[in-house]
């Protein structure tokens, strides 16, 4: 056989092997993987947060298990709307997740939003809980809840408090426990975390309340006393089993949790929101992961699908929309 017709039924046969490969469509791996060739969990603050955190915690395992490149993306601003802002515009085919944190629930009421909450974007996963604390550097004279209502009463408005802002969790959670026990405090709000506790470990304001996240680390040090913890039953950390809660402080039918969640933009499907949901879930209930979250941030992780968030969601809203509306709170208020 001449080399020609050699090469020319060489290539014949090449062509069958590669052709069934070479006429499948693109989409056809789409359709099998939704997910494509990469996804991205949006982070609305800044790296190093508890949110930030936890998305960084999640990366590898959603890697392996949505086989896509995940990616991180930190997008702050406007106590996390700006970023939510930005998935609720993208297109709701599963390349775009909003990591949260229970600001998420407030800022409806604080903003005026470019987005609807509700309608833009889709519940997906309540990650966890953890307790806001209340706690006082070992200097001051407060051992209790008690001491501080009977303090205020003598000084209404002497006794100031730090939080992580005006608007935040731990600032409604303290207007609704003075209103409940008919009590004056002074709120200090902060631009974030790290200064308010900085000015509580140096003594300059009396109280201060975050969540069990940022508090925690200086209970292990003593260097802060912790007060009250606001969760509906007591925290099993070393640090806060012991705190009381608010109900047996005296202060019933107050519960403040920080928490954690995932939203997708409003119309992604429910079967690709179903398969994140498995994969988050199977990364997050990790033992090794569970553990770090557990430990670094005090989680209590629930890993909730969409009808789990979209109840705890409705109701944060309710229980704290009316909290800043009868209070008349805005951003910049004390």
Same mark, same amino acid.
């Given at each position: 056989m001449?080399?020609c017709?050699r090469?020319?039924?060489?290539a014949?046969?090449?062509?069958?092997v590669?052709a069934p490969f070479a006429?499948v469509?693109?989409?056809?791996f789409a359709q099998?993987?939704?997910?494509?060739?990469s996804v991205?969990?949006?982070?609305?603050f800044?790296a190093?947060?508890?949110v930030?955190?936890?998305?960084?915690?999640a990366q590898?395992g959603m890697q392996?298990?949505?086989k896509?490149?995940?990616?991180?993306e930190n997008?702050?601003g406007?106590?996390?709307? %700006?970023?939510?802002a930005?998935?609720?515009?993208?297109?709701?085919?599963?390349?775009?997740w909003?990591? =949260?944190?229970d %600001?998420h629930?407030?800022n409806?009421f604080?903003q005026?939003?470019?987005?609807?909450s509700?309608?833009d @974007?889709?519940? =997906?996963?309540l990650i966890g809980?953890?307790?806001n604390?209340?706690?006082?550097n070992?200097?001051?004279?407060?051992k209790? +809840?008690?001491?501080?209502v009977a303090a205020?009463k003598e000084?209404? &408005?002497? *006794?100031?408090?730090a %939080?992580?802002?005006?608007?935040?969790?731990?600032?409604?959670t303290m =207007?609704?426990l003075?209103k409940?026990?008919?009590?004056?405090?002074?709120?200090v709000?902060?631009?974030?975390?790290a200064?308010a506790?900085?000015d509580?470990?140096? &003594?300059?304001?009396?109280?201060?309340?975050?969540? #069990?996240? +940022?508090?925690n680390?200086?209970?292990?040090?003593?260097?802060?006393?912790p007060?009250?913890q606001?969760g509906?039953?007591?925290?099993?950390s070393p640090?806060l089993?012991? =705190?009381?809660t608010?109900a047996?402080?005296?202060?019933?039918?107050?519960e403040?949790?920080a928490?954690?969640?995932?939203?997708?933009?409003?119309a %992604?499907?429910a079967p690709? *929101?179903?398969r994140?949901?498995?994969? @988050?879930r199977?990364? +997050?209930t990790?033992a090794?992961i569970?553990?770090?979250?557990?430990q670094s941030?005090?989680?209590a992780?629930?890993?909730?699908?969409?009808?789990?968030l979209?109840s705890f969601?409705?109701n944060?809203m309710?229980?704290?929309? #009316?909290i800043?509306?009868?209070?008349d *709170?805005q951003i910049?208020s004390?």
């Amino acid at each position: 056989m001449p080399i020609c017709r050699r090469l020319f039924s060489a290539a014949a046969m090449l062509s069958l092997v590669a052709a069934p490969f070479a006429i499948v469509p693109q989409g056809a791996f789409a359709q099998d993987n939704p997910f494509g060739g990469s996804v991205t969990l949006l982070v609305p603050f800044p790296a190093g947060g508890s949110v930030d955190v936890i998305a960084r915690q999640a990366q590898q395992g959603m890697q392996e298990r949505l086989k896509a490149n995940v990616i991180i993306e930190n997008k702050p601003g406007a106590s996390g709307s %700006t970023g939510a802002a930005q998935v609720a515009r993208s297109a709701p085919d599963g390349r775009t997740w909003l990591f =949260v944190f229970d %600001t998420h629930a407030v800022n409806p009421f604080l903003q005026k939003l470019p987005f609807d909450s509700v309608k833009d @974007l889709a519940p =997906v996963m309540l990650i966890g809980t953890a307790p806001n604390v209340l706690a006082t550097n070992p200097s001051k004279p407060f051992k209790s +809840l008690a001491d501080i209502v009977a303090a205020a009463k003598e000084k209404p &408005g002497a *006794i100031t408090y730090a %939080t992580i802002g005006a608007g935040s969790l731990g600032h409604l959670t303290m =207007v609704r426990l003075s209103k409940l026990l008919g009590i004056s405090l002074n709120h200090v709000p902060y631009r974030g975390g790290a200064p308010a506790m900085n000015d509580a470990l140096a &003594g300059h304001v009396d109280l201060i309340i975050g969540s #069990a996240a +940022l508090v925690n680390p200086q209970l292990v040090g003593g260097t802060l006393r912790p007060l009250v913890q606001f969760g509906s039953k007591r925290a099993q950390s070393p640090e806060l089993s012991p =705190v009381p809660t608010a109900a047996e402080s005296g202060a019933a039918g107050i519960e403040s949790n920080a928490w954690w969640g995932v939203f997708a933009p409003a119309a %992604t499907p429910a079967p690709i *929101i179903d398969r994140f949901v498995n994969d @988050l879930r199977a990364t +997050l209930t990790d033992a090794k992961i569970a553990e770090k979250l557990t430990q670094s941030q005090q989680i209590a992780i629930r890993a909730g699908g969409p009808e789990e968030l979209k109840s705890f969601y409705e109701n944060e809203m309710k229980v704290w929309g #009316a909290i800043v509306r009868e209070n008349d *709170i805005q951003i910049g208020s004390q």
